[in-house]
T-cell receptor, first 112, second 115 residues
Framework: DAKTTQPTSMDCAEGRAANLPCNHSTISGNEYVYWYRQIHSQGPQYIIHGLKNNETNEMASLIITEDRKSSTLILPHATLRDTAVYYCIVRVGGSGNTPLVFGKGTRLSVIA | DAGITQSPRHKVTETGTPVTLRCHQTENHRYMYWYRQDPGHGLRLIHYSYGVKDTDKGEVSDGYSVSRSKTEDFLLTLESATSSQTSVYFC??????????????FGSGTQLSVL
């Protein structure tokens, strides 16, 4: 599976959009991009995933560049409860025998 | 949210003693996983299961064994606990979602301290 690179930490003002970047320049055509987050001391929580098209759900939007070498997770109106570590993971889709491998993620701090 | 229960939630044990952590699900999902989380290392996969009696190793499996005798239970055993196994242990299950099974649901974690 392709390696991902994320900033170690980011800050965002409450109410503003949080844009979390992820670089996956070695991604291959059948690899999906997944985002999870982990709020302090809790288990990680699924946010969104996509292959090549942009995706949106009730939690966030995922923007994948046309060449698929990078993506951005957008939290449109960040709240204090969005303070968490955000993990970007790239993996071949549908390969149930290949579990997700979590890196160190980006620590997002939402500031009042 | 998926029904996942980890037990115990907290455990303190001594070096050299056996320890078993239990993960119980009520969702009938095929895939179950054990991860550990340590400061500076993030989440690391220990073992996983893709069905009853079907298990495989993850990236940090040394010193751990697992068993899955029925769909709902996935046990993680430390045969002889060491201080390096002090960690927070998370169990997860995966749901078949949008044609793939990458939507993981995690339990609340077990804090294990080996003294």
């Amino acid at each position: 599976d392709a390696k991902t690179t994320q900033p170690t930490s980011m800050d965002c003002a409450e109410g503003r959009a949080a844009n979390l970047p992820c670089n996956h320049s070695t991604i291959s055509g059948n690899e999906y991009v997944y985002w999870y987050r982990q709020i302090h001391s809790q288990g990680p929580q699924y946010i969104i995933h996509g292959l090549k098209n942009n995706e949106t759900n009730e939690m966030a939007s995922l923007i994948i560049t046309e060449d698929r070498k990078s993506s951005t997770l957008i939290l449109p109106h960040a709240t204090l409860r969005d303070t968490a570590v955000y993990y970007c993971i790239v993996r071949v889709g549908g390969s149930g025998n290949t579990p997700l491998v979590f890196g160190k993620g980006t620590r997002l701090s939402v500031i009042a | 949210d998926a029904g996942i229960t980890q037990s115990p939630r907290h455990k303190v044990t001594e070096t050299g003693t056996p320890v078993t952590l239990r993960c119980h699900q009520t969702e009938n999902h095929r895939y179950m996983y054990w991860y550990r989380q340590d400061p500076g290392h993030g989440l690391r996969l220990i073992h996983y299961s893709y069905g009853v009696k079907d298990t495989d190793k993850g990236e940090v499996s040394d010193g751990y064994s697992v068993s899955r005798s029925k769909t709902e239970d996935f046990l993680l055993t430390l045969e002889s606990a060491t201080s390096s196994q002090t960690s927070v242990y998370f169990c997860a299950i995966s749901e078949f979602y949008r044609g793939t099974n990458e939507k993981l649901f995690f339990g609340s974690g077990t804090q294990l301290s080996v003294l």
